[in-house]
């Protein structure tokens, strides 16, 4: 890799994310049961029935992985809290084991002098609170907010940077919409209520937080860049709907206090009552915007109902996930969501990278240099690019698709437990250190 720190503007921030469910081990520690669990315990939802309960144990390896992130020379970890781990039913009363962990995983990353970046949801939800219709449910942001003074009352005085939510479109669209997450409904309804709530429960986390002192609060959305298929007017507002669902709905939501138009022919009937009056909430002031991004799709108009569009095939190389390499993407999200919704707001990369199982791993190292170039490209255009996170520190569980897409700069043996840093941490540790 041909980057050196000052390739990058004074104060550019590196690091990498991972999430609690996809590491920790959730069978241990006295974390409650979430809809993930029973979302896998059941047939045909992930590959080989595979959950979280073990995962690379690293809720036993907790120094042995932060002396990884220190050697990578990381500046920051981007890290989630389990809901389910802080408050095993998700309401009342807390479990010590899980507070002490996340306390000790603070201390452990500024003992080693790396910044603390946690996001307060990485989508394993308690299963006592999907029991009661989970993000479909007008009483999830009170919940929410008491889970956020839980944990942060905790540890927020020691994190660098808070998200409340990561990628409110999965936790939605994907999860109650696809059915490919937990819960694995596909209902317009319960897709239309937990879009709002995700949002209104974002801000109300954001409240929660201003008020006990958190500094550097930020919302994290994924992206994809959404391509006609063919230039049919057909196609093009076909792509504009998939836009519209995916991309501009939660910036619109967050940073304009309005939803697209595309978005409402199809959702609006289903919005819970007043929910126009909630923007006030959802757009409590940031301190910086997450972007994570990893490919783009190409759509075809269908004549199905709203939102009447398909996935057309893909072209080029892919990475096993399937998904094309589409740097460019990165770099038009920079520039956009900077011209059109955040302005002067610092924006990160909180999430890039790619699934490939070859070990060693020129294909990851090809794919975060091109991605890296696309930064830096939107950066000379002027979007105010503060950071960049790479996704992910080691190999986990990849949800619907199990253990078998690695997403890892380091090889995790799902057998041994073993970790092996890749050619990738390598190739980064040599300017990031
Ligand atoms: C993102 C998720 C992360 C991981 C990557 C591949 O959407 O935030 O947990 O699954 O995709």
Redesign the pocket.
């Known amino acids: 890799m041909d980057f050196k720190r000052s390739d990058f503007p004074e104060g550019f921030r590196f690091g990498v994310a991972t999430?609690a469910y996809?590491i920790e081990g959730h069978a241990q520690g006295g974390a409650g049961l979430t809809h993930w669990d029973s979302f896998a315990a059941t047939p045909g939802n992930v590959v080989r029935f595979e959950d979280g309960a073990r995962a690379c144990d690293h809720l036993n390896r907790l120094d042995e992985d932060l002396d990884l992130i220190r050697d990578l020379g990381a500046d920051v970890y981007r890290f989630s809290t389990s809901w389910a781990r802080v408050m095993p039913e998700g309401r009342g009363a807390a479990n010590k084991d899980g507070l002490d962990f996340y306390d000790r995983l603070v201390d452990g990353l500024l003992e080693r002098g790396i910044a603390p970046a946690v996001t307060l949801y990485?989508?394993e939800l308690p299963q006592a609170l999907a029991d009661r219709g989970g993000w479909r449910n007008a009483d999830m942001p009170d919940w929410f907010a008491d889970y956020t003074e839980t944990i942060m009352s905790r540890i927020g005085d020691r994190t660098w940077s808070a998200a409340p939510i990561?990628?409110p479109w999965?936790v939605s669209w994907l999860s109650h919409f696809e059915g490919h997450h937990a819960p694995g409904l596909r209902d317009i309804r319960a897709t239309a209520r937990a879009m709002h709530h995700v949002l209104v429960s974002h801000g109300r986390s954001i409240q929660v937080m201003k008020g006990l002192g958190v500094k550097n609060l930020g919302a994290v959305c994924?992206f994809e860049w959404a391509m006609p298929n063919t230039d049919s007017d057909a196609d093009i507002a076909a792509a504009a709907r998939y836009d519209a669902i995916y991309n501009r709905f939660f910036l619109g939501g967050l940073f304009k206090g309005d939803y697209p138009a595309e978005v409402m022919e199809g959702l609006e009937p289903h919005l819970p009552d007043g929910w126009q009056d909630d923007f006030a909430t959802i757009r409590s002031p940031l301190d910086w915007v997450g972007v994570?991004y990893?490919t783009n799709k190409r759509i075809s108009a269908t004549d199905d109902p709203w939102p009447a569009y398909a996935y057309a095939p893909t072209q080029g190389p892919l990475t096993d996930?399937g998904w094309e390499v589409y740097p460019q993407g990165l770099q038009d999200f920079l520039t956009r969501t900077a011209r059109e919704y955040t302005g002067d707001l610092p924006i990160y990369v909180t999430?890039n990278?790619m699934?490939s199982a070859t070990t060693p791993d020129p294909d990851r190292i090809a794919y975060l240099t091109d991605h890296l170039h696309s930064v830096q490209a939107a950066i000379a255009d002027g979007a105010p690019v503060a950071g960049y996170y790479v996704?992910?520190l080691m190999d986990n569980y990849?949800?619907a698709l199990g253990y078998e897409?690695r997403?890892g700069l380091v090889h995790v043996d799902f057998e041994t437990l073993a970790r092996t840093p890749k050619a990738s941490y390598h190739a980064l540790a040599n300017w990031w250190r």
């Open positions: 999430s996809q990485h989508w990561n990628e999965c994924n994570n990893y996930m999430e990278g699934a996704w992910s990849e949800w897409k997403f």
